[in-house]
């Protein structure tokens, strides 16, 4: 198919370099911790070393056939490569703009920072415990909260037994900081 009838987007390096910097705070490191940054750094690997190179393979032998311009093969290939290379990009500038923070360091403490587990009760009495990660390890249904989220921020350097008030959403709710854990240091 002629690229004049094919709409693609060649700013797609624009369009993840706008969410990069609408995701983290302006003036703000791009905080992660060491097992948040070694999952993103085995997904790049993996494509590197095994997804791309697959899918070059496909797309050498789908060009071999002759006519490229209605082979779904070749056509598939391309937009699979675009797609692992436009991952790949985004990834590495993750990487490249990681500051890693061992929550382990607060061990003990009863005070919350990054990494902190933290349970709580809001005004109903109900229960919640979440850990805050960094924005590309969050994971809202596991309880993970990413720091830049107005909880997180609300109880970041709160103790345990205090209370804090925060805008939520819906209005300004209370949270009782009923426990605050941090991960064991391993050692070495």
Request: negative net charge.
């Amino acid at each position: 198919m002629n690229k004049a009838f094919v709409k693609e987007s060649d700013g797609d390096e624009d369009d993840e370099a706008a969410a990069l910097a609408l995701a983290i705070p302006a003036g703000s490191k791009n905080y992660i911790r060491p097992e948040g940054y070694q999952r993103i750094k085995d997904e790049l690997l993996q494509l590197i070393d095994v997804e791309r190179p697959e899918v070059v393979k496909i797309v050498h032998w789908a060009a071999s056939n002759g006519d490229r311009s209605e082979n779904g093969d070749y056509i598939y290939g391309k937009r699979r490569l675009r797609e692992i290379d436009r991952r790949i990009r985004f990834l590495t500038k993750r990487l490249d703009s990681a500051f890693i923070v061992d929550p382990s360091a607060h061990y003990g403490s009863d005070q919350v920072f990054f990494g902190a587990t933290v349970t709580y009760s809001n005004q109903d009495g109900e229960e919640r415990t979440i850990t805050i990660v960094g924005i590309d390890e969050l994971d809202p249904l596991n309880g993970k909260i990413s720091w830049v989220a107005p909880v997180a921020r609300a109880l970041t350097k709160a103790r345990e037994g205090d209370t804090i008030t925060f805008q939520a959403p819906h209005g300004v709710e209370e949270l009782d900081i009923l426990e605050v854990r941090y991960p064991a240091p391993v050692a070495d």
